[in-house]
């Protein structure tokens, strides 16, 4: 499929950090003068694969999507620009307030399963990180063995569970809990797959942040009168808030352009901007609508990280 | 030349009509396809169907998903000698755009009648040569003046059928014979409607008894709050309804014809209605892309699908409609008395296709993006 604008790519286009790394790595502090030149070149050729890979395949779509955007769409020719016309109408349709609603859900989606992610993520993170010992490593790679599956096909096992007679109405049955809960087409389902699906972005910097941490600063605050509770959100908590902002990012921003989940789970009621988004490069047949939707969304995802990370970064980074 | 360059562009990227750039972009999209090619590229810019050098012994057939017989890969194989690589898609859209791109490798593709005039009006097919193909005479005649390709010029009728409603009479409490089955209280939150536009603006339309190919901006409303409206009542849109159908996640769907008899086989209870306000009825053919490497293979397996036992036994499989009237003999009794795998000519006559609007399609397909987001 053609489409340009998933939520891959929208993740990749809203990293600053990976991208502020490497150019700090390639502007090296020059306290000796004599081994700049060579350490400079040495930085650009360790970037240089990197560098084409993404201008290969990050910017170059992103330039086609931005082009998309202005164009004009046509029945045979997806998208056209006739005498190099932009059409700049797109964005104005793009902003239709038809579609807010949608916008508002997706987002509501999107927050509560970074919610959600981190209630579950959280304490995970933490008895892996403290009490893992030599299992944390398995630990881990479990949490990671999902992603040995394609996602769709983990989608569409939820989806054979909570069915009208799929496995969790027939346990309930059992039960004699009555089998005729309706759990698919509503807006828990769709929740609840997108947290099942981005778990593991949140829970990953959360153990990396949580088992760098240094287990005497909880000592120290117990020998210093700290209760429980004040311990855990004075210093756990604190400690742990680089991996929270790197996992709210991380689930937040895939589960704002997600597609996939709505419509295998969810039903007419959860129609996302994802899947309105891809809806207009199949039967919506407006292409050059989709594009200006997935900028549109872009751009507001680049504006929310940039005043995130400044606003919640700038003491936790 | 230009025209050529088109055919197989990679990305439109740039004005395609804008000749200052065809070179260049004709040069990149062969470096493209060299390395994408690798071994036994044929000549540039898509060659004829001629078939001038040897081709590998090798086929790349892109068809529906659910939509071939066990048998019918293996029997090409062993007829011919010629390996299959056999990839699915689930939307004449994907395909198209997919096409519409160039690139793919595939050498034969399987669109339905409207998309097949869309492909040729955008000269994204190879012209067939017959006398690679004796067995064309096998053809039912209505197959060989089809409207949408008369003179089979670049395709060749796979299978076909109707779009209709495939429910559970248990389920539902009743028999349903027209459009309405939707309003039904026990069905209400348990059924669908397909995810493509046309078919789900036909529908609404046959339901409050418009022409189905319409573009009257009145009558588009009209269907479109007609389908909002269904909105309301259905569980889903979506075109992925067979296994639902099969579990009684869903009780009654908008449905190909041969989709539900596959249900059928594993679910007794669900039928298969023509409804009687009407329906659309379809073909999808045989064509070959632009530019694709094996044409010669892609004609030797249009040959070998429309020998007689090779085409009842596709659609003893898959229970569709056979365009092949040489395989009827051959065909299930079960399968060919059964009125609403083969309907007979007088129900067929009131059963229109998909009219190609041109367009006017983009005016349906705004309509749809409301319906979707409403």
Same mark, same amino acid.
């Given at each position: 499929?053609?489409? #340009?604008?998933?939520?891959?790519?929208?993740?990749?286009?809203?990293?600053?950090?990976?991208?502020?790394?490497?150019?700090? /790595?390639?502007?090296?502090?020059? !306290?000796?003068? =004599?081994?700049?030149?060579?350490?400079?070149?040495?930085?650009?050729?360790?970037?240089?694969?990197?560098?084409?890979?993404?201008? $290969?395949?990050?910017?170059?779509?992103?330039? +086609?999507?931005?082009?998309?955007?202005?164009?004009?769409?046509?029945? +045979?020719?997806?998208?056209?620009?006739?005498?190099?016309?932009?059409?700049?109408?797109?964005?104005?349709?793009?902003?239709?307030?038809?579609?807010?609603?949608?916008?508002?859900?997706?987002?509501?989606?999107?927050?509560?399963?970074?919610?959600?992610?981190?209630?579950?993520?959280?304490?995970?993170?933490?008895?892996?990180? =403290?009490?893992?010992?030599?299992?944390?490593?398995?630990?881990?790679?479990?949490?990671?063995?999902?992603?040995?599956?394609?996602?769709?096909?983990?989608?569409?096992?939820?989806?054979?569970?909570?069915?009208?007679?799929?496995?969790?109405?027939?346990?309930?049955?059992?039960?004699?809990?009555?089998?005729?809960?309706?759990?698919?087409?509503?807006?828990?389902?769709?929740?609840? /797959?997108?947290?099942?699906?981005? $778990?593991? *972005?949140?829970?990953?910097?959360?153990?990396?942040?949580?088992? =760098?941490?240094?287990?005497?600063?909880?000592?120290?605050?117990?020998?210093?009168?700290?209760?429980?509770?004040?311990?855990?959100?004075? +210093?756990?908590?604190?400690?742990?808030?680089?991996?929270?902002? &790197?996992?709210?990012? $991380?689930?937040?921003?895939?589960?704002?352009?997600?597609?996939?989940?709505?419509?295998?789970?969810?039903?007419?009621?959860?129609?996302?901007?994802? @899947?309105?988004?891809?809806?207009?490069?199949?039967?919506?047949?407006?292409?050059?609508?989709?594009?200006?939707?997935?900028?549109?969304?872009?751009?507001?995802?680049?504006?929310?990280?940039?005043?995130?990370?400044?606003?919640?970064?700038? %003491?936790?980074? | 030349?230009?025209?050529?360059?088109?055919?197989?562009?990679?990305?439109?990227?740039?004005?395609?009509?804008?000749?200052?750039?065809?070179?260049?972009?004709?040069?990149?999209?062969?470096?493209?396809?060299?390395?994408?090619? &690798?071994?036994?590229?044929?000549?540039?810019?898509?060659?004829?169907?001629?078939?001038?050098?040897?081709?590998?012994?090798?086929?790349?057939?892109?068809?529906?998903?659910?939509?071939?017989?066990?048998?019918?890969?293996?029997?090409?194989?062993?007829?011919?000698?010629?390996?299959?690589?056999?990839?699915?898609?689930?939307?004449?859209?994907?395909?198209?755009?997919?096409?519409?791109?160039?690139?793919?490798?595939?050498?034969?593709?399987?669109?339905?009648?409207?998309?097949?005039?869309?492909?040729?009006?955008?000269?994204?097919?190879?012209?067939? %040569?017959?006398?690679?193909?004796?067995?064309?005479?096998?053809?039912? #005649?209505?197959?060989?003046?089809?409207?949408? %390709?008369?003179?089979?010029?670049?395709?060749?009728?796979?299978?076909?059928?109707?779009?209709?409603?495939?429910?559970?009479?248990?389920?539902?409490? @009743?028999?349903?014979?027209?459009?309405?089955? *939707?309003?039904?209280?026990?069905?209400? /939150?348990?059924?669908?409607?397909?995810?493509?536009?046309?078919?789900?603006?036909?529908?609404?339309?046959?339901? $409050?008894?418009?022409? !189905?190919?319409?573009?009257?901006?009145?009558?588009?409303?009209?269907?479109?709050?007609?389908?909002?409206?269904?909105?309301?009542?259905?569980?889903?849109?979506?075109?992925?309804?067979?296994?639902?159908?099969?579990?009684?996640?869903?009780?009654?769907?908008?449905?190909?014809?041969?989709?539900?008899?596959?249900?059928?086989?594993?679910?007794?209870?669900?039928?298969?209605?023509?409804?009687?306000?009407?329906?659309?009825?379809?073909?999808?053919?045989?064509?070959?892309?632009? /530019?694709?490497?094996?044409?010669?293979?892609?004609?030797? *397996?249009?040959?070998?699908?429309?020998?007689?036992?090779?085409?009842?036994?596709?659609?003893?499989?898959?229970?569709?409609?056979?365009?092949?009237?040489? &395989?009827?003999?051959?065909?299930?009794?079960?399968?060919?008395?059964?009125?609403?795998?083969?309907?007979?000519?007088?129900?067929?006559?009131?059963?229109?296709?998909?009219?190609?609007?041109?367009?006017?399609?983009?005016? +349906?397909?705004?309509?749809?993006?409301?319906?979707?987001?409403?």
């Amino acid at each position: 499929m053609a489409a #340009p604008p998933t939520s891959e790519e929208v993740t990749n286009g809203a990293e600053p950090p990976s991208g502020d790394e490497g150019a700090t /790595g390639a502007a090296p502090v020059t !306290p000796r003068p =004599r081994h700049a030149r060579s350490e400079g070149a040495k930085a650009h050729g360790l970037l240089g694969p990197t560098t084409i890979w993404l201008t $290969l395949f990050l910017l170059a779509p992103l330039v +086609i999507v931005i082009w998309y955007s202005v164009g004009t769409r046509g029945v +045979i020719n997806p998208v056209q620009h006739p005498g190099g016309k932009l059409n700049w109408s797109n964005f104005s349709r793009a902003l239709d307030p038809s579609f807010l609603p949608i916008f508002i859900r997706t987002v509501a989606y999107a927050a509560a399963t970074t919610v959600a992610s981190l209630i579950l993520g959280f304490p995970l993170a933490y008895v892996i990180a =403290r009490f893992g010992g030599t299992w944390k490593n398995v630990l881990l790679g479990l949490i990671i063995l999902p992603f040995w599956t394609s996602y769709l096909v983990r989608m569409y096992a939820w989806r054979f569970i909570l069915d009208e007679n799929g496995l969790a109405n027939t346990v309930l049955g059992s039960l004699g809990l009555g089998r005729n809960h309706q759990f698919t087409n509503t807006h828990w389902a769709v929740v609840l /797959g997108l947290t099942y699906g981005f $778990l593991p *972005f949140m829970v990953l910097p959360l153990y990396a942040s949580l088992e =760098r941490m240094d287990a005497g600063l909880i000592e120290a605050a117990y020998d210093l009168g700290s209760n429980r509770f004040s311990t855990f959100w004075r +210093i756990t908590f604190r400690t742990s808030l680089p991996g929270v902002v &790197a996992g709210v990012l $991380l689930t937040f921003i895939p589960a704002l352009g997600d597609f996939v989940t709505p419509q295998l789970l969810g039903g007419t009621r959860t129609q996302t901007f994802g @899947s309105t988004i891809q809806d207009q490069f199949g039967q919506g047949q407006n292409w050059p609508l989709g594009s200006a939707m997935a900028v549109l969304l872009m751009a507001f995802i680049l504006v929310g990280v940039f005043v995130y990370t400044s606003r919640v970064g700038e %003491d936790v980074l | 030349m230009t025209e050529e360059h088109d055919n197989v562009r990679v990305a439109f990227l740039w004005d395609p009509t804008s000749p200052r750039w065809s070179r260049r972009r004709f040069l990149q999209t062969m470096g493209f396809m060299a390395a994408a090619g &690798a071994a036994g590229t044929s000549c540039g810019g898509g060659g004829g169907s001629s078939g001038s050098g040897p081709e590998a012994k090798r086929l790349n057939f892109y068809n529906w998903t659910d939509y071939i017989a066990e048998s019918t890969i293996p029997g090409f194989t062993k007829a011919t000698g010629i390996k299959v690589t056999y990839d699915n898609y689930s939307s004449n859209d994907d395909l198209f755009a997919k096409i519409r791109q160039g690139g793919t490798g595939y050498d034969l593709i399987v669109p339905t009648d409207n998309f097949v005039v869309k492909m040729i009006d955008g000269g994204l097919l190879e012209k067939l %040569d017959l006398s690679k193909i004796p067995n064309v005479k096998n053809l039912d #005649p209505r197959f060989r003046t089809a409207a949408f %390709d008369p003179g089979n010029r670049y395709s060749i009728p796979w299978q076909w059928g109707t779009t209709g409603i495939g429910y559970d009479p248990d389920a539902v409490g @009743s028999r349903v014979d027209d459009w309405t089955g *939707f309003d039904l209280p026990a069905v209400k /939150g348990r059924s669908s409607f397909l995810d493509e536009a046309r078919d789900a603006f036909g529908m609404a339309m046959y339901a $409050l008894g418009k022409d !189905p190919n319409s573009t009257a901006a009145g009558d588009i409303e009209a269907a479109r709050k007609y389908l909002i409206a269904l909105k309301k009542k259905v569980k889903q849109i979506t075109s992925d309804y067979q296994d639902p159908l099969k579990s009684g996640g869903l009780i009654l769907a908008q449905a190909y014809s041969g989709d539900v008899f596959q249900v059928q086989a594993e679910n007794k209870k669900v039928q298969y209605v023509i409804p009687k306000s009407g329906a659309f009825q379809w073909v999808d053919s045989l064509c070959i892309p632009k /530019g694709a490497k094996h044409p010669g293979n892609a004609h030797k *397996f249009m040959n070998y699908i429309l020998e007689p036992k090779v085409g009842a036994a596709l659609t003893n499989y898959v229970q569709y409609g056979t365009p092949n009237k040489a &395989a009827l003999p051959f065909v299930d009794k079960a399968v060919k008395d059964n009125p609403l795998i083969m309907p007979p000519a007088d129900v067929l006559a009131e059963l229109k296709f998909q009219k190609p609007l041109g367009e006017a399609e983009l005016k +349906i397909a705004d309509a749809w993006t409301s319906v979707k987001t409403s």
